[in-house]
């Protein structure tokens, strides 16, 4: 308990809050007050509160217990009673006492005085206009005195530079003694002392300077680390931020992007070798299709057209001709067409050839409008086939159905 | 209750967002540590006082060996409460 000189008071934990979290002090207050309430609140309903890294605050009911009256010595009884107990966090212990360990005062002292002689390195650099200056705070009946001298010494700056330079030099030497003074109440190391004097070396070598600099004040040093120390602070906690959802995201959307890459590869690869397998089929079975060239030239050459005269006789001798309309006089069968039914299923289940339904369409075209817009239930007459339009390899009625698959569709 | 419950519920009686409210929990953690670390005592308004407890080192016996070592000092966080808030919870 000796050790706990300073305490820090609601004010100043609410300031510094607002300064640490980057919101206006009564945003801090108003999260304060809320934080007492609610956890206040909550232990009387009997439900332990848990701050992270600082540790639970739960309510305890002490059971009742004998006693002895300290004055009287007669034995008492201890009712039962509940109370607040604390149990730190995980972590808070092992950190204050690795905090405590090497040498508990000393370090934090020197480094402080290291930062602050950091920043004053850097505002001396930077303050050579009088504006980043800042104003003078008399902590000790003694500063206060020295400010008044220089007040003296700044209404005198207008005078000649040799009065300026005597009077810093007088400065100088009060200065230091100050600083002496100062380093015998806090305690602070020899840097310091370093630190301001060759601050009043370069301020000598300008003497424009008001040496408004000198007597900073412990508190203005301890604001200066307070607040680098927030700095980085803020900055760490900057970097900190991971949101487990993002990651999650990312990762299932490239996972994603990745199996549709994959699978349109894939799919171009099963092309490519679905188009080298018919190709080696084709090199494999060169009889058929050899057959097919030898068949073919033969028709389409020289004789093509003797023979489709010939077919066109024979057509006319049936009574079918292929360029015009044919009439079909016998029928094989009558049927309705079923639901989802098309004429190409018929002609498949009279003919065995899916193409030749152009002539069941040819032959009900008097009630039919589209061949594929046929209502359920019409009634279809197959047509009996003569020998030419019913085989659908000869390359004559191919190519008529061909035509005619074109006409009809195209309606 | 925990953290998260309890930032919510300040969250809700404040008014400001959840992430405000739980930005500001870090950051009052954070300070409390701090003060707590250079050994400042944290005084919560119409709570209680959080403070820093020298414990002094001390000789332990091992239940199980029976070997006595020597634990080093050690300091502890305490809370107080608050005289007001003792009372009425008595």
Redesign the interface.
């Known amino acids: 308990?000796e050790?706990?000189t300073?305490?820090?008071?609601?004010v100043e934990?609410k300031h510094?809050?607002a300064r640490?979290?980057g919101?206006s002090e009564k945003?801090?207050s108003?999260?304060?007050?809320?934080?007492?309430?609610?956890?206040?609140a909550?232990?009387?309903q009997g439900?332990?509160?848990?701050?992270?890294?600082?540790?639970t605050?739960k309510?305890q009911t002490m059971a009742p217990r004998k006693s002895v009256h300290v004055a009287t010595g007669e034995d008492i009884v201890i009712q039962e009673?509940?109370?607040?107990?604390?149990a730190?966090d995980h972590g808070?212990?092992s950190?204050?006492?690795e905090?405590?360990e090497p040498a508990?005062d000393d370090l934090?002292m020197q480094k402080l005085n290291e930062q602050a002689t950091e920043i004053l390195d850097l505002l001396s650099d930077m303050g050579q206009s009088p504006q980043t200056t800042q104003p003078l705070q008399p902590e000790d009946t003694e500063t206060a005195e020295e400010t008044a001298e220089e007040t003296t010494v700044t209404e005198k700056t207008e005078d000649t530079e040799e009065q300026k330079e005597r009077e810093e030099e007088q400065l100088e030497e009060k200065t230091e003694t100050n600083i002496e003074m100062e380093d015998n109440k806090e305690e602070a190391t020899v840097p310091v002392t370093e630190e301001k004097q060759e601050e009043k070396k370069e301020e000598a070598q300008n003497p424009t300077v008001i040496p408004t600099f000198i007597p900073e004040n412990k508190e203005e040093r301890q604001e200066a680390v307070e607040e680098k120390k927030e700095d980085t602070?803020k900055e760490e906690?900057r970097k900190r931020p991971f949101r487990p959802w993002l990651a999650a995201g990312i990762t299932m959307t490239i996972f994603a992007l990745l199996l549709i890459g994959g699978y349109l590869f894939l799919q171009q690869k099963i092309e490519q070798w679905v188009n080298v397998i018919s190709q080696r089929i084709e090199q494999i079975n060169p009889i058929e299709t050899e057959d097919a060239d030898n068949l073919y030239p033969a028709v389409t050459e020289g004789e093509a057209a003797d023979e489709t005269e010939a077919a066109d006789q024979t057509e006319n001798a049936s009574g079918n001709s292929v360029a015009g309309q044919r009439t079909y006089t016998q029928f094989i069968a009558t049927e309705a067409i079923p639901n989802g039914s098309r004429l190409a299923w018929l002609a498949r289940k009279y003919y065995g050839n899916r193409d030749l339904w152009v002539f069941i369409y040819e032959a009900n075209m008097d009630h039919l409008n589209h061949p594929s817009k046929i209502l359920k239930g019409t009634k279809i007459r197959i047509p009996k086939l003569e020998e030419p339009l019913s085989d659908p390899d000869n390359p004559e009625t191919r190519q008529l159905i061909k035509q005619l698959e074109r006409e009809y569709l195209n309606r | 209750m925990t953290t998260k419950e309890l930032t919510n519920r300040i969250a809700v009686q404040t008014g400001m967002t959840k992430k405000q409210a739980d930005e500001l929990m870090t950051a009052t953690s954070q300070v409390i540590m701090n003060a707590l670390n250079s050994n400042q005592a944290v005084q919560l308004k119409n709570f209680g006082t959080l403070t820093v407890k020298e414990r002094a080192a001390r000789e332990v016996t091992n239940p199980k060996t029976g070997a006595k070592t020597l634990k080093a000092a050690q300091r502890i966080p305490v809370f107080r409460p608050n005289r007001q808030l003792k009372d009425e919870i008595r």
């Open positions: 308990m050790n706990e300073q305490k820090l008071s609601w934990l510094s809050i640490q979290a919101v945003t801090a108003l999260f304060l007050h809320a934080l007492v309430n609610e956890t206040i909550s232990l009387k439900e332990p509160v848990r701050i992270n890294k600082i540790g605050f309510m009673y509940k109370k607040i107990s604390f730190p808070v212990k950190q204050l006492n905090e405590s508990s934090p602070e906690r």
